[in-house]
């Protein structure tokens, strides 16, 4: 990239242009103009079209830390991935499960119920290797 370019850059993004648009005009990769805006700190300049990132906030549901909200994203309820499990493993009884599915195993023949997965044919892994190879380990 020549310094023409990463000047164009600049321009551009204070004029409020997006990476593809800045990529397609240099003829330069859109990462490419991602990773110098990122290392230049030039990412908030395009965020200035709608409100501020900083004022509009949330609190964490699981340890009340303040959210930072994307615009034009929907409302995020977690600071982390960590606090948002967290928070959903202590309350079991507020998850609405409505893709539960019974089966039978193919190889136990014991009846069993899956979350989420409607082609399930064995209640557990070691079903599926004694089924499918003969057996498994334990033979």
């Given amino acids: 990239m020549t ?7 600049r321009q551009m993004k204070a004029d409020g242009f997006g990476y593809i648009k800045i990529a397609r005009e240099l003829g330069l990769s859109e990462n490419t103009v991602k990773s110098f805006c ?9 965020d200035m079209e709608g409100p501020p990132v900083d004022s509009v906030k ?4 699981c ?26 493993n202590s309350h079991l009884n507020q998850v609405e499960r409505k893709a539960n599915y019974e089966f039978v195993c ?5 009846p069993f119920t899956a979350y989420g997965n409607a ?21």
């Fill in 119 to 139: 082609g399930r044919k064995y209640c557990s892994h070691a079903c599926y290797v004694a089924d499918r190879f003969g057996g498994g380990a334990d033979e």
């Fill in 38 to 46: 990122r290392r230049e700190g030039l990412n908030a300049v395009a």
């Fill in 63 to 88: 340890c009340g830390a303040k959210v930072v909200q994307n615009p034009g994203r929907k409302m995020k309820k977690f600071c982390s991935d960590k606090c948002r499990n967290k928070w959903w």
């Fill in 58 to 61: 949330g609190t964490c549901l």
């Fill in 106 to 110: 193919a190889y136990c023949k014991k």
């Fill in 3 to 9: 310094d023409t370019q990463k000047d164009r850059i």
